[in-house]
């Protein structure tokens, strides 16, 4: 069996706890932020501008295929957490859907569920005796499974999400996202609207990639806006040149995420980025109570995920999971697939920032739209910002 490495450091660790502890909800559009959430700063009541369009990956959706194109059966194959966890199987599968929409897939295109590990080697080898023409695999955890199928069917293309590995393996893109550009926007926006000068972010467990990259580019963001405006904003929970912070030691308990959250109020923390799957919706909770705090979601739109507390949601780093699979279900289709790690970046809307709140400030909003073309243009590096 091929070795394969945690590039980007498990990436996946994280996502697959979100999707073993997701809701039993109707699978929904989850990533892609069309239309602004009205959402009102905790603490303020006065009407503000609408938010930006552009800061959100655009929908993959409306695109005409080609007449070379011959749509696919793309079947998908979720970990444990179910087609509707409201986070990485759901998403993946709204790329099919899309995929479906514009043509590029078929309409028995596919999914099956794994309820444990043991499920997925059986579901993977259940769709090559189907005849899919590509799998979707979803996680690091389907990392073993898929590599042995793809070796043993050196014919049959697959792909697997947020993981990667350390060999190429010819028949198989591994799709992973660089998260580190998004969250510097959620960090200079977290800066902008921070009325005590001090913000904060912590995780579930310290997995090099899957969550310290998110820390990473917050605290870049907040120094960036400091360079910017010749103020001095601080965030608490994480040093990227040590890579030491604040982790609660896991990613389901929700008491742990409140509780982290309520130390770094009382430092004077008013907007917060938990990266702990389920345990950040303690901070949203204790948010929503005390009212005078921000939260930024990660992975997907949390107002969409959990509108409850859309009211308290700053804006969302997103991971576009049903960009990765869309893009690569079109490659097969056009008789593009190339095999191999292959980042999404901003630039194609493979990571972005979800619905921002309708109370922050326009001038704002459109200073976060112009980093995100510079850092998709290349004329802004978002690692810059380490120890500056």
Do not use: H
Request: with cysteine; charged share 20%; net charge negative.
């Amino acid at each position: 069996m091929r070795k394969y490495t945690r590039l980007v450091a498990l990436l996946a660790a994280l996502a697959m706890v979100l999707a073993a502890c997701g809701g039993g909800e109707e699978p929904a559009e989850t990533t892609q932020a069309a239309e602004t959430t009205v959402a009102t700063t905790p603490d303020t009541t006065e009407a503000t501008p609408d938010t930006t369009e552009g800061t959100t990956p655009d929908t993959t959706e409306g695109e005409e295929p080609t007449a070379d194109v011959t749509p696919i059966r793309a079947c998908q194959v979720t970990d444990t957490g179910g087609i509707d966890d409201r986070s990485f199987n759901q998403t993946a599968w709204k790329g099919v859907q899309d995929a479906i929409a514009d043509g590029y897939a078929t309409e028995d295109s596919d999914y099956l569920e794994s309820t444990s590990a043991t499920d997925y080697e059986t579901n993977i080898n259940s769709w090559i005796q189907e005849g899919c023409d590509l799998i979707i695999t979803v996680g690091f955890l389907l990392g073993d499974a898929t590599a042995a199928a793809a070796e043993a069917n050196p014919d049959q293309y697959f792909e697997i999400l947020d993981f990667a590995y350390e060999e190429d393996i010819p028949n198989v893109v591994g799709a992973v996202f660089n998260t580190v550009d998004a969250a510097f926007l959620a960090g200079y926006l977290a800066a902008g609207v921070s009325e005590t000068g001090v913000i904060a972010t912590y995780g579930g467990i310290q997995l090099p990639g899957a969550v310290t990259d998110f820390m990473d580019g917050f605290v870049y963001g907040a120094r960036y806006y400091n360079q910017q405006n010749g103020t001095d904003v601080q965030v608490l929970g994480w040093n990227p040149e040590e890579q030491t912070g604040t982790f609660t030691g896991d990613f389901e308990n929700l008491d742990n995420g409140r509780n982290v959250s309520q130390a770094f109020v009382e430092e004077g923390a008013d907007v917060i980025l938990p990266v702990a799957g389920p345990v950040g919706e303690g901070t949203a909770a204790l948010a929503a109570e005390i009212g005078n705090l921000w939260v930024v979601g990660v992975d997907a739109d949390w107002t969409q995920t959990m509108p409850q507390y859309a009211d308290v949601i700053l804006t969302s780093v997103l991971k576009g999971l049903d960009v990765a699979a869309y893009t690569v279900i079109k490659d097969v289709a056009e008789g593009n697939f190339e095999g191999g790690t292959r980042v999404f970046t901003i630039a194609e809307d493979g990571v972005g920032l979800g619905t921002i709140a309708s109370s922050v400030d326009q001038a704002l909003v459109d200073e976060v739209e112009q980093l995100r073309q510079q850092l998709a243009d290349g004329t802004l590096n978002a690692r810059d910002m380490a120890e500056n």
